[in-house]
């Protein structure tokens, strides 16, 4: 049974969680906290962030470290804020630090951001409870919650001697140009098979050691929701060339690197929460999905997110 299955019957249990629930689903998210980043500026990475051995031994510290292992290991959320099997580091890697992999460092400095298309001011919490929401298909903590202060605090001593408001080079992922000729599921199917599987599953369900998530699902009710930023086709290919396989950065062409991520996110997975205030999935392709992405779209000869599968998520069952 997989970790993230075993624990619903304790939320389930829980009444008042299911109530809590209900309002979340009640404020479903109107605003997109997950649009593309803007391009990151060109040049070379000079930020460094602090090393580990010279976070502080007080207070401050100790929000620090706190804030640290949520991030790396989301799992101890699990069944409160997170429902599915990943943790923030598997998609911002070496602990939010690497570049080009949305670097913590560089986020902190650049909220609030205001955005034009709503006219309205993100914060970063918004902006950390959208990855709650959508890229670890769960319930975000509310403002204001020890979760949200220890990860902005990690952040904010992550970013030490960081402009603000300043966009960094190696901000957000690399953007790769798509290939003339668009990209080949078929194609990223055999790559998958001779360079992906062994770590992440021939079913995309990823391992786990122990009931610890080693390697991430990537499809499938334990990955990302359709709500994700990374369900993105452009998205997961510059994520991929620059980062996989693990430990083999930008060994991929460009190409391959595309056609890995139309195969990888031409698979099924939670349904984007957004579903529930919408009348179809029609509607909900057409307000939230204007994207390079699969959600909608026929794949061997089944619309993808067609369903009312909202994986593990208690908050998320709609009719
Ligand atoms: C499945 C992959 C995935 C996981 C897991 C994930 N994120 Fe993200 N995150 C993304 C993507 C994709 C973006 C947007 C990048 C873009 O649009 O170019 C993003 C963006 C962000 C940003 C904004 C970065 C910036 O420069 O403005 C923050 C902050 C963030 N994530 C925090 C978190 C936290 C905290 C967690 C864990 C609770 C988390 N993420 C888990 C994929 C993920
Ligand atoms: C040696 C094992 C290994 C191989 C091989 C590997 N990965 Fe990964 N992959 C990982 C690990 C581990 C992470 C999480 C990184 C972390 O937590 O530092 C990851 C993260 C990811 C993610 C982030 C999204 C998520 O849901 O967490 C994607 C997408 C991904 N891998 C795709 C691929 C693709 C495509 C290939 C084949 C080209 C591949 N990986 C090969 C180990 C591997």
């Known amino acids: ?16 969680i299911l109530a809590v629930s209900t309002l979340v ?35 401050y510290g100790d929000m620090v470290r706190q804030g640290r ?13 997170v429902f599915n099997g990943q ?47 959508y890229s670890m298909n769960g319930i975000p903590p509310e403002s204001g919650d020890d979760t949200l202060v220890a990860l902005e605090t ?7 001697g960081a402009p603000i408001n300043q966009a960094l080079p190696g901000r ?44 991430p699902p990537l499809w499938g009710d334990g990955a990302y929701n359709w709500g994700a930023g990374m369900h993105r086709v ?20 460009d190409q391959d690197a595309w056609d890995l991520a139309a195969f990888v996110n031409g698979h099924e997975r939670p349904q984007d929460p957004r579903r529930r205030s919408q009348d179809s999935l029609d509607s909900t392709v057409k307000t939230f999905h ?3 992405g699969l959600y909608g779209k026929e794949v061997n000869g089944k619309r993808l997110g067609d369903h009312d599968n909202y994986g593990e998520n208690p908050g998320l069952v709609s009719k």
Request: hydrophobic share 35%.
């Open 1 to 16: 049974m997989n970790l993230w299955k075993s624990s619903l019957s304790v939320v389930a249990s829980s009444l008042s």
């Open 25 to 59: 689903n009640a404020a479903a998210p109107e605003v997109d906290y997950q649009k593309p980043l803007p391009a990151a500026p060109e040049g070379q990475v000079t930020f460094k962030p602090p090393q580990e051995r010279d976070i502080p031994n007080n207070q």
């Open 69 to 81: 292992d949520l991030f790396v290991n989301t799992q101890q959320l699990l069944g409160k804020n």
């Open 87 to 133: 943790n923030c580091v598997n998609c911002h890697l070496d602990a939010g630090r690497l570049a080009s992999s949305a670097p913590m460092w560089a986020a902190f400095g650049m909220y609030p951001a205001y955005r034009g298309k709503n006219d309205k001011v993100n914060t970063l919490s918004e902006r950390i409870q959208g990855c709650f929401t």
């Open 154 to 160: 990690y952040f904010h001593w992550l970013s030490t």
């Open 172 to 215: 957000g992922y690399a953007k790769l140009e798509k290939p003339e000729g668009g990209y080949d599921r078929e194609r990223g199917a055999k790559l998958y098979t001779a360079q992906c599987a062994m770590c992440h599953g021939d079913d995309g369900s990823g391992q786990q050691v122990a009931g610890q998530v080693v390697f």
């Open 234 to 253: 452009n998205t997961a290919a510059g994520f991929i060339k620059a980062n996989m396989p693990l430990g083999k950065p930008n060994s991929l062409s």
């Open 290 to 292: 204007n994207h390079d």
